[in-house]
Protein backbone atom coordinates (compact mmCIF):
# COMPACT_ATOMS: atom_id res chain seq x y z
CA UNK A 1 0.00 0.00 0.00
CA UNK A 2 1.22 3.18 -1.16
CA UNK A 3 1.66 5.95 1.78
CA UNK A 4 3.03 9.79 2.00
CA UNK A 5 3.74 11.43 4.75
CA UNK A 6 4.63 15.56 4.74
CA UNK A 7 7.02 16.87 6.68
CA UNK A 8 8.79 20.05 7.25
CA UNK A 9 8.72 23.33 9.45
CA UNK A 10 5.08 23.88 11.15
CA UNK A 11 6.08 28.05 11.64
CA UNK A 12 7.55 30.20 8.96
CA UNK A 13 8.17 33.98 9.26
CA UNK A 14 6.24 35.59 6.54
CA UNK A 15 8.44 37.24 3.88
CA UNK A 16 10.27 34.15 4.27
CA UNK A 17 10.43 30.61 2.17
CA UNK A 18 7.96 27.56 2.98
CA UNK A 19 9.70 24.22 2.68
CA UNK A 20 7.98 21.01 2.64
CA UNK A 21 9.03 17.51 1.67
CA UNK A 22 6.86 14.50 1.04
CA UNK A 23 8.27 11.15 1.65
CA UNK A 24 6.90 8.46 -0.60
CA UNK A 25 6.71 4.72 1.12
CA UNK A 26 5.61 1.25 -0.46
CA UNK A 27 5.93 2.19 -3.75
CA UNK A 28 8.37 3.85 -6.15
CA UNK A 29 8.12 7.29 -7.34
CA UNK A 30 9.59 6.65 -10.17
CA UNK A 31 6.74 6.41 -12.97
CA UNK A 32 4.04 9.41 -11.59
CA UNK A 33 3.18 12.22 -11.03
CA UNK A 34 2.87 13.72 -7.72
CA UNK A 35 0.91 16.75 -6.67
CA UNK A 36 0.94 19.59 -3.36
CA UNK A 37 -2.38 20.78 -2.45
CA UNK A 38 -3.33 23.23 0.09
CA UNK A 39 -6.45 24.03 2.23
CA UNK A 40 -7.75 26.43 4.47
CA UNK A 41 -10.64 27.55 5.94
CA UNK A 42 -10.40 30.40 3.93
CA UNK A 43 -10.04 29.13 0.38
CA UNK A 44 -11.13 25.70 0.66
CA UNK A 45 -8.77 22.94 -1.03
CA UNK A 46 -6.12 24.66 -3.32
CA UNK A 47 -4.31 22.55 -6.28
CA UNK A 48 -1.07 24.02 -5.97
CA UNK A 49 0.67 22.24 -8.95
CA UNK A 50 2.34 18.49 -9.63
CA UNK A 51 6.11 17.31 -10.60
CA UNK A 52 6.91 14.24 -12.78
CA UNK A 53 9.45 11.91 -11.95
CA UNK A 54 11.59 13.32 -13.81
CA UNK A 55 11.74 16.32 -12.51
CA UNK A 56 9.04 18.44 -14.96
CA UNK A 57 6.57 20.72 -13.55
CA UNK A 58 3.28 22.54 -13.86
CA UNK A 59 2.05 25.33 -11.41
CA UNK A 60 -1.29 26.71 -10.49
CA UNK A 61 -1.14 30.03 -12.10
CA UNK A 62 -2.02 32.06 -9.26
CA UNK A 63 1.33 30.50 -7.62
CA UNK A 64 2.94 30.40 -10.29
CA UNK A 65 5.75 33.02 -9.68
CA UNK A 66 6.19 32.10 -6.03
CA UNK A 67 6.39 28.08 -6.16
CA UNK A 68 9.24 25.55 -7.00
CA UNK A 69 8.84 21.61 -6.90
CA UNK A 70 11.81 19.00 -7.08
CA UNK A 71 12.05 15.29 -7.15
CA UNK A 72 14.75 13.30 -5.23
CA UNK A 73 14.16 9.84 -6.45
CA UNK A 74 16.99 8.12 -5.06
CA UNK A 75 15.25 9.33 -1.66
CA UNK A 76 11.46 8.33 -2.88
CA UNK A 77 10.85 11.93 -2.14
CA UNK A 78 9.28 15.07 -4.03
CA UNK A 79 9.18 18.72 -2.10
CA UNK A 80 7.41 22.32 -2.14
CA UNK A 81 9.24 25.45 -2.07
CA UNK A 82 6.96 28.61 -1.40
CA UNK A 83 8.46 31.88 -1.26
CA UNK A 84 7.59 35.10 0.22
CA UNK A 85 5.14 34.09 2.28
CA UNK A 86 2.50 35.85 4.01
CA UNK A 87 -0.51 34.87 6.50
CA UNK A 88 -2.55 33.93 3.53
CA UNK A 89 -0.14 31.26 3.00
CA UNK A 90 -1.20 29.51 6.24
CA UNK A 91 -2.71 25.88 5.30
CA UNK A 92 -2.80 22.30 6.29
CA UNK A 93 -0.89 21.05 2.80
CA UNK A 94 -1.39 17.89 1.36
CA UNK A 95 0.64 15.68 -1.12
CA UNK A 96 -0.60 13.46 -3.62
CA UNK A 97 -0.28 10.94 -5.94
CA UNK A 98 -1.75 11.10 -9.72
CA UNK A 99 -3.69 8.26 -10.49
CA UNK A 100 -4.47 6.83 -14.32
CA UNK A 101 -6.75 9.36 -15.34
CA UNK A 102 -6.70 12.89 -13.74
CA UNK A 103 -7.38 12.17 -10.59
CA UNK A 104 -5.38 12.25 -7.09
CA UNK A 105 -5.18 8.31 -5.60
CA UNK A 106 -3.08 8.56 -2.65
CA UNK A 107 -3.15 11.48 0.02
CA UNK A 108 -0.83 12.31 2.80
CA UNK A 109 -2.72 13.27 6.09
CA UNK A 110 -1.63 17.09 5.89
CA UNK A 111 1.25 19.11 7.39
CA UNK A 112 0.11 22.48 8.82
CA UNK A 113 1.80 24.93 8.52
CA UNK A 114 1.49 28.61 10.02
CA UNK A 115 2.71 31.80 8.45
CA UNK A 116 3.29 34.43 11.63
CA UNK A 117 6.00 36.47 13.28
CA UNK B 1 -11.29 33.29 -13.15
CA UNK B 2 -12.50 29.66 -13.17
CA UNK B 3 -14.78 28.93 -10.05
CA UNK B 4 -15.64 25.54 -9.83
CA UNK B 5 -18.82 25.60 -7.88
CA UNK B 6 -20.90 23.15 -5.27
CA UNK B 7 -23.68 23.59 -3.03
CA UNK B 8 -22.51 24.87 0.46
CA UNK B 9 -24.48 22.21 2.52
CA UNK B 10 -27.14 19.11 2.36
CA UNK B 11 -29.56 17.91 4.72
CA UNK B 12 -30.33 13.75 3.69
CA UNK B 13 -32.22 11.13 6.04
CA UNK B 14 -30.63 8.24 6.93
CA UNK B 15 -31.16 5.85 4.17
CA UNK B 16 -32.04 8.60 2.24
CA UNK B 17 -30.83 9.90 -1.29
CA UNK B 18 -28.54 12.88 -2.26
CA UNK B 19 -26.92 14.87 -5.42
CA UNK B 20 -24.29 16.65 -5.35
CA UNK B 21 -23.08 18.68 -7.57
CA UNK B 22 -20.26 20.89 -9.52
CA UNK B 23 -20.24 23.11 -12.33
CA UNK B 24 -18.61 26.00 -13.84
CA UNK B 25 -18.88 29.51 -13.01
CA UNK B 26 -18.73 29.65 -17.18
CA UNK B 27 -19.42 26.53 -19.19
CA UNK B 28 -20.84 23.59 -18.75
CA UNK B 29 -18.74 20.65 -17.48
CA UNK B 30 -18.19 17.09 -19.63
CA UNK B 31 -16.71 13.84 -19.17
CA UNK B 32 -13.95 15.70 -20.92
CA UNK B 33 -13.22 17.66 -17.80
CA UNK B 34 -12.49 14.18 -15.88
CA UNK B 35 -14.64 14.62 -12.63
CA UNK B 36 -13.56 13.04 -9.84
CA UNK B 37 -14.86 13.30 -5.81
CA UNK B 38 -13.29 13.49 -2.63
CA UNK B 39 -14.81 12.92 0.68
CA UNK B 40 -12.87 14.48 3.79
CA UNK B 41 -14.07 14.18 7.14
CA UNK B 42 -12.63 17.07 9.71
CA UNK B 43 -8.70 16.51 10.92
CA UNK B 44 -8.36 14.23 7.81
CA UNK B 45 -7.42 13.65 4.66
CA UNK B 46 -9.40 13.55 1.41
CA UNK B 47 -10.42 9.98 -0.04
CA UNK B 48 -10.80 9.42 -3.27
CA UNK B 49 -14.83 8.08 -4.25
CA UNK B 50 -15.13 8.41 -8.14
CA UNK B 51 -12.60 9.29 -10.60
CA UNK B 52 -13.19 9.71 -14.55
CA UNK B 53 -16.45 10.86 -13.99
CA UNK B 54 -18.25 7.15 -13.03
CA UNK B 55 -15.37 5.20 -11.91
CA UNK B 56 -15.60 4.27 -8.27
CA UNK B 57 -11.91 3.92 -6.52
CA UNK B 58 -11.02 0.80 -4.96
CA UNK B 59 -12.98 -0.13 -1.54
CA UNK B 60 -15.74 2.63 -2.00
CA UNK B 61 -19.27 1.36 -1.61
CA UNK B 62 -21.62 1.10 -4.03
CA UNK B 63 -24.11 3.49 -2.53
CA UNK B 64 -22.01 6.12 -4.15
CA UNK B 65 -22.10 6.52 -8.37
CA UNK B 66 -20.81 9.79 -10.57
CA UNK B 67 -22.73 11.02 -13.36
CA UNK B 68 -23.10 14.00 -15.85
CA UNK B 69 -26.44 15.77 -14.82
CA UNK B 70 -27.46 18.50 -17.76
CA UNK B 71 -24.42 20.74 -17.12
CA UNK B 72 -22.87 19.53 -14.36
CA UNK B 73 -20.81 16.78 -13.08
CA UNK B 74 -23.09 14.83 -10.32
CA UNK B 75 -22.59 12.79 -7.17
CA UNK B 76 -25.18 10.91 -5.91
CA UNK B 77 -25.33 8.69 -2.74
CA UNK B 78 -27.82 6.36 -2.50
CA UNK B 79 -28.81 4.91 0.93
CA UNK B 80 -26.94 7.34 3.01
CA UNK B 81 -25.57 6.16 6.26
CA UNK B 82 -24.53 8.04 9.45
CA UNK B 83 -20.80 8.00 8.53
CA UNK B 84 -21.58 9.05 4.77
CA UNK B 85 -21.68 12.51 7.08
CA UNK B 86 -18.27 14.64 5.68
CA UNK B 87 -17.36 17.35 3.38
CA UNK B 88 -17.64 16.36 -0.40
CA UNK B 89 -15.37 18.10 -2.79
CA UNK B 90 -15.08 17.67 -6.62
CA UNK B 91 -12.30 18.64 -8.94
CA UNK B 92 -12.00 19.26 -13.00
CA UNK B 93 -8.91 18.94 -15.04
CA UNK B 94 -9.14 22.29 -17.15
CA UNK B 95 -6.64 21.05 -19.83
CA UNK B 96 -3.17 22.37 -19.79
CA UNK B 97 -1.87 20.45 -16.39
CA UNK B 98 -4.06 22.38 -14.40
CA UNK B 99 -6.68 21.33 -11.58
CA UNK B 100 -9.28 23.21 -9.73
CA UNK B 101 -11.12 22.04 -7.30
CA UNK B 102 -14.69 22.72 -6.22
CA UNK B 103 -16.29 24.85 -2.80
CA UNK B 104 -16.92 21.93 -1.35
CA UNK B 105 -20.67 20.51 0.23
CA UNK B 106 -21.25 20.27 3.52
CA UNK B 107 -23.31 16.70 3.82
CA UNK B 108 -25.39 16.15 6.75
CA UNK B 109 -27.49 12.42 7.82
CA UNK B 110 -30.24 13.27 10.16
Known amino acids: QVQLQESGPGLVKPSETLSLTCTVSGGSISGYYWSWMRQSPEKGLEWIGY???????TYSPSLKSRVTMSVDTSRNQFSLRLNSVTAADTAVYFCARYGSVFYFDYWGQGALVTVSS | QTVVTQEPSFSVSPGGTVTLTCGLN?????????PSWYQQTPGQAPRTLIY???TRSSGVPDRFSGSILGNKAALTITGAQADDESDYYCVLYMGSGIYVFGTGTEVTVL
Open chain 2, 26 to 34: SGSVSTSYY
Open chain 1, 51 to 57: IYYTGST
Open chain 2, 52 to 54: NTN
